[in-house]
């Protein structure tokens, strides 16, 4: 079983639609980070939350980290087709620090 | 601002052969992580080093191994290699570790490198 998964696997949606991926863990992080993939290249840090509760915005994406630090979500409002690609969860456990990943989701944000 | 570096970008090698990959982090980061990633799956956590003693290891074979040197690059050296090891490799760098207070554990991707194994 995975330690942290994330939904939905694929999604697509019409441009100007919101979105919302989640992240979800029976483990504690103690940091979370979301990272945007394209193929063939390395994945690119898109936010960190680290404290329970806390809510970061980049501008039409929210992220926010669960009270308990198990779960995140990624809210993209008004999507856009340049919000296409694989979006990528991956939390530190607070007993070491590699990134154990979530699994992925795809959005396919059509004009 | 200056990202990891990873070299080479391809390479093309048969089967037991060796292959060595090479990392160089954001200046100023001190810890190096190697990941895996197979089509279509997620990166898979290989090994780590902070201040260059191996501070974590994850699912790396025994066919692999890496250090960190005292200019804070890292090399992955693979032997034997086996069809199975095709893949894209990343590395990752971090400044300090969640050992340190203050540290995020934000860890930044370098572009990979593809290895194809014939």
């Known amino acids: 079983t995975q330690l942290l998964e994330q939904s939905p696997q694929f999604l697509s949606i019409q441009e100007g639609e919101n979105l919302t991926v989640y992240c979800n863990s029976s483990?504690?992080?103690?940091?979370l980070q979301w990272y945007r993939q394209e193929p063939g290249e390395g994945p690119v840090l898109l936010v960190t939350?680290?404290?329970?509760?806390e809510v970061k915005k980049l501008k039409r994406l929210t992220f926010q980290f669960g009270d308990a630090r198990k779960d995140s979500s990624l809210h993209i409002t008004a999507a856009q087709p340049g919000d296409t690609g694989l979006y990528l969860c991956?939390?530190?456990?607070?007993?070491?620090?590699?990134?154990?990943f979530g699994g992925g989701t795809r959005l396919m944000v059509k004009p | 601002a200056a990202g990891v570096i990873q070299s080479p970008r391809h390479l093309i090698k048969e089967k037991r052969e060796t292959a060595t990959l090479k990392c160089y982090p954001i200046?100023?980061?001190?810890?190096v992580y190697w990941y895996q990633q197979g089509p279509g799956q997620d990166p898979q956590f290989l090994i780590s080093?902070?201040?260059?003693?191996?501070?974590d290891k994850g699912s790396i074979p025994d066919r692999f191994s890496a250090q960190q040197f005292s200019d804070y690059h890292s090399e992955l050296n693979m032997s034997s290699l086996e069809l199975g090891d095709s893949a894209l490799y990343f590395c990752?760098?971090?400044?300090?570790?969640?050992?340190?207070?203050?540290?995020?554990?934000?860890?930044?991707f370098g572009p990979g490198t593809r290895l194809t194994v014939l």
């Open positions: 200046p100023r980061h001190d810890t």
């Open positions: 939350v680290v404290t329970g509760g």
């Open positions: 080093f902070y201040e260059k003693m191996q501070s």
């Open positions: 991956a939390g530190v456990e607070n007993a070491g620090n590699m990134l154990t």
């Open positions: 990752a760098s971090s400044l300090g570790t969640r050992r340190i207070v203050g540290s995020t554990d934000t860890q930044y």
């Open positions: 483990s504690v992080f103690s940091s």
